[in-house]
């Protein structure tokens, strides 16, 4: 993976909040705090958090004595989770890289990573750190993509940097978060790491947005896919934006947009 697939920095991590949350994750966002809040957790660790969408779920569900330390490999993401989310002494908020995790052996009942582990260099050493971390019986649970040709806008925006860049094309999306999405190298990644039970299910919900160009703006603005093109030509991310925003148009048409998302939603246990 190339370094720059996890720099999420500079003007992403307003871009990325403002236009990608709400597109494709504030729906998981959901879904992982009510799985982490059901076996009622008092410690409670976050690897991958970004700009906080899981920690504005999860922290209204956990109990007024629970700890939750909301942590990401780059700061400015972890800035704009905090400045985003309420006073709440039960929040720490720490940078930390999933792969070196700078606490103790069994500190935590849960360990929660909302499409994270798709960036770890070595997932199995990402899982050995979540293991090593988790009490007895604490629960690592995660969730990642499925192959890009289950997630719409992320397959047309991919389609339309390739028409730009056809010797050459830029594959964040497939490459990065779209490119761990096989259940049974999942499952097995885990045992290989200690994990012992290992469940797993698939969730598709609608990804909207209030207009073609939104969506698109989303994708080639706030994620590392803009570094990606800017690499190639300084001024070729608007028209990979505007190639987007006609492609969406065409498939969709004119005002709100929908399209299918879908993702692996993982809880592994010792
Ligand atoms: C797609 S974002 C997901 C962020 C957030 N969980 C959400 O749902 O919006 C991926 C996040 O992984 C972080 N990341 C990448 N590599 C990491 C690592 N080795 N350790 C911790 N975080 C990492 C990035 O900084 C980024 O915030």
Redesign the pocket.
């Known amino acids: 993976m190339p370094a720059v697939d ?1 720099l ?1 920095v500079g003007s992403i991590p307003e871009i ?1 909040d403002t236009y ?2 709400p597109l494709i ?1 504030e729906a ?2 959901s879904d992982i705090a009510r799985r982490v809040a059901d076996a009622a957790p008092t410690r409670v660790l976050e ?5 906080g ?2 920690a504005r779920a999860l922290a209204p569900l956990l109990a007024p004595n629970a700890s939750y330390i909301v ?4 700061q400015p ?1 972890l800035d704009r989770a905090a400045a985003r989310q309420g006073a709440d002494k039960r929040i720490v908020w720490q940078q ?4 070196r995790l700078p606490f103790d052996p069994e500190s935590f009942d849960a360990v929660a ?4 582990a798709m ?3 070595d997932r199995i050493a ?1 899982y050995r750190e979540a293991l090593r971390v988790l009490k007895r019986h604490g629960r690592f649970i995660f969730n990642v993509w499925d192959r890009i040709e289950e997630n719409d806008f992320a397959r047309i925006v991919t389609d339309a940097a390739r028409a730009i860049f056809p010797d050459d094309p830029p594959r964040f999306l497939s490459r990065t ?1 779209h490119g761990y999405h096989d259940v049974a190298l999942i499952e097995a990644d885990l045992r290989a790491s200690g994990f012992t039970t290992v469940d797993i299910i698939t969730l598709q919900h609608q990804s909207s947005a209030a207009d073609a160009h939104t969506a698109a703006l989303a994708y080639c603005h706030g ?1 590392p896919l803009r570094s990606e093109i800017e690499a190639r030509d300084p001024k070729a991310l608007n028209t990979v934006t505007d190639r987007a925003t006609d492609a969406i148009l065409e498939a969709y048409g004119e005002g709100p947009v929908s399209g299918n998302i879908q993702a692996h939603i993982i809880v592994a246990r010792a």
Not at 96 to 99: E, G, S, T, V
Request: hydrophobic share 50%; proline share 6%; with cysteine.
């Open positions: 996890k999420f990325y990608m949350v994750f998981y966002a690897t991958a958090a970004g700009t969408v899981v942590s990401d490999l780059n993401m930390a890289d999933a792969l990573c909302q499409f994270g960036f770890f260099p990402g978060p994620t």
